[in-house]
């Protein structure tokens, strides 16, 4: 598999790497906090047309592919963006695929009338819990029983506070909830989106893993203890080199299952759960490695790896521990155990 890229991706990775340095800085980030969200930024990815690529050019969209979608993540991840862009265009690409009768709200998603954004976990006794964008989407799309649905968020929405300052809320699915499909298909338009979903955001949190180290090595080099850098004492330059090469290898399976949606559409299931698991311990402990290379500065609010350490935590527990990905990595392989 050939994961060089071409010039247009490069150009693309470079474009959304530069709109996050100007409009995502770590100090932005803080003053997102503690909502997690950050208008500015939002409407500079709406103006970027970081939800429009999602979409296929027939519907209104650019059409770009899953890998390109996770090249962009990954700049997302790095900068730790506080903006629901991943949950936005995983429910933008599963509207253009549900026809022209949900035309009017996939056009609000792309315009930015509305934020429409997926829940990764089924609704539970009519409610989706800690949906990724529930406290500042207008829509929320998810499974609800048989029925994949997009629930209007009212104020019956409760906002979840959270150390990772996301905007989650638990939302729910009220009796005028608009039904995208029932039966088998939702169930399958579901598994497709969840899988698109899980893809991107190991592909974020690899992007997370790999800056925490690069926070760390920083600060391993300027920092003297005993008069020379503390990077080059063993125990801190071992466990970083670790992370290092786990953050590495994070991202190349993140990529390799964004590249197996047209590669190796079997195995799509299988490679993103396989790829959320691994990225989401990765990202784990190379931002627990980093925070202690700095030391007690790194415990403080005013350090910025500790914005990496809280939020990789609240971006994989969203969906669920990496045990819970990997029994569906067991459910695509060897098959569904009853019960």
């Not at 050019?57 to 650019?62: L, P, T, Y």
């Not at 790095?78 to 509207?95: D, F, K, N």
């Not at 893993?209 to 920092?223: N, P």
Request: glycine share 10%.
């Amino acid at each position: 598999m050939d994961l060089s890229l071409s010039g247009e991706q490069r150009q693309l990775v470079d474009s959304f790497a530069a709109m996050y340095a100007r409009e995502s800085s770590t100090q932005r980030v803080r003053a997102a906090e503690p909502t997690g969200f950050d208008p500015r930024l939002w409407r500079a990815l709406l103006e970027t047309g970081a939800v429009d690529m999602a979409v296929t050019e027939a519907a209104g969209g650019w059409g770009a592919t899953e890998l390109e979608l996770a090249l962009v993540a990954e700049q997302y991840g790095r900068a730790i963006a506080s903006a629901p862009v991943i949950e936005a265009q995983v429910a933008a690409r599963l509207l253009g695929r549900c026809g022209d009768a949900r035309a009017e709200l996939l056009q609000a998603a792309l315009t930015g009338e509305r934020l429409v954004a997926f829940a990764p976990r089924p609704a539970r006794n009519g409610i989706f819990s800690l949906a990724p964008a529930g406290a500042v989407a207008d829509v929320v799309v998810g499974l609800d029983g048989t029925r994949l649905v997009a629930a209007l968020v009212g104020g019956d929405r409760r906002p979840v506070r959270n150390l990772g300052s996301l905007p989650l809320a638990d939302v729910p699915v009220g009796c005028d909830a608009e039904v995208l499909a029932e039966g088998d298909e939702a169930q399958r338009r579901f598994d497709d989106a969840l899988d698109l979903w899980l893809a991107l955001t190991a592909t974020a949190l690899a992007g997370a893993a790999k800056r925490a180290v690069e926070l760390a090595v920083d600060y391993a080099k300027q920092r003297h203890a005993f008069g020379v850098a503390i990077g080059s004492f063993q125990a801190v330059s071992h466990p970083l080199a670790d992370s290092a090469t786990a953050a590495d290898g994070a991202r190349l399976l993140a990529l390799e299952a964004a590249c197996a949606f047209v590669d190796e559409p079997h195995r799509v299931k299988e490679l993103a759960a396989m790829a959320f698991a691994f990225a989401s311990e990765t990202a784990r402990d190379a931002t627990q490695r980093s925070l202690h290379v700095h030391g007690g500065y790194g415990f403080g609010m005013e350090g910025d790896i500790q914005l990496y350490y809280r939020r990789v935590r609240g971006w994989a527990m969203v969906y669920g521990e990496p045990a819970v990905a990997l029994d569906r990595v067991a459910d695509a392989r060897y098959g569904t155990v009853a019960g």
